[in-house]
């Protein structure tokens, strides 16, 4: 059984599209995050929700948007995409304290 | 800030060696301290987590903190070529999130 799983695994898009990236975990877990991995491979939170309340928004431009319908859910949609938002992009997913996360598969982004 | 630094590597170690792998971090509230591993092209996937003072084993892992000097620690032994993948240290942010190192690479050679 897939713990943590993204839909799709690969998008490639140009300029000014908008996309969403759809995550789902059945682990139970409350807590639901979004990270970005650049090419440098530094990654970097962007979203958390717990029980579908947003816990974390980190300096993420506006047109980045996440969205929880539940707690086994979490999508992010990206409008007006630029060349800049290439990257990876994990959703994870934890319980409670200490927090570990456990991360889905990734979505790779190329915007064109 | 708060930041967790890596060395980038590679660090390169021979097969059946301890591979040592180092991290420090910089806010000193932090209580739980983790190891991923990330294969390339990859996700990250967790090698465990240490919380107390002390070292913690997990089979051919085990990972030492420090807290007075804000270090952590990973020592992998008997290195194997499939351990070869990018190590990420990641420190709890009191925020139900973690801060990610860079992440050192390391290659076990054969």
């Known amino acids: 059984d897939t713990a943590v799983s993204q839909t799709p695994k690969y998008l490639v898009t140009q300029m000014g599209n908008d996309k969403s990236i759809k995550c789902e975990q059945n682990l139970g877990h409350d807590t639901m995050y979004w990270y970005k991995q650049d090419s440098k491979k530094f990654l970097k939170i962007m979203f958390s929700y717990n029980n579908k309340e947003l816990i974390i928004n980190e300096t993420v431009p506006n047109r980045f948007s996440p969205k929880s319908p539940d707690k086994a859910h979490l999508n992010l949609h990206i409008n007006s995409l630029e060349l800049g938002d290439s990257a990876v992009y994990f959703c994870?997913?934890?319980?409670?304290?200490?927090?570990?996360?456990?991360f889905g598969p990734g979505t790779r982004l190329t915007v064109t | 800030q708060k930041e967790v630094e890596q060395n980038s590597g590679p660090l390169s170690v021979p097969e059946g060696a301890i591979a040592s792998l180092n991290c420090t971090y910089s806010d000193r509230g932090s209580q739980s301290f983790f190891w991923y591993r990330q294969y390339s092209g990859k996700s990250p996937e967790l090698i465990m987590f240490?919380?107390?003072?002390g070292d913690k084993e997990d089979g051919r892992f085990t990972a030492q903190l420090n807290k007075a000097s804000q270090y952590v620690s990973l020592l992998i032994r008997d290195s194997q070529p499939s351990d070869s993948a990018t190590y990420l240290c990641?420190?709890?942010?009191?925020?139900?999130?973690?801060?990610f190192g860079s992440g050192t690479r390391l290659q076990v050679q054969p």
């Open positions: 990641a420190v709890d942010t009191g925020r139900r999130a973690l801060t």
């Open positions: 240490i919380y107390s003072n």
């Open positions: 994870a997913s934890s319980q409670n304290y200490p927090y570990e996360q456990y």
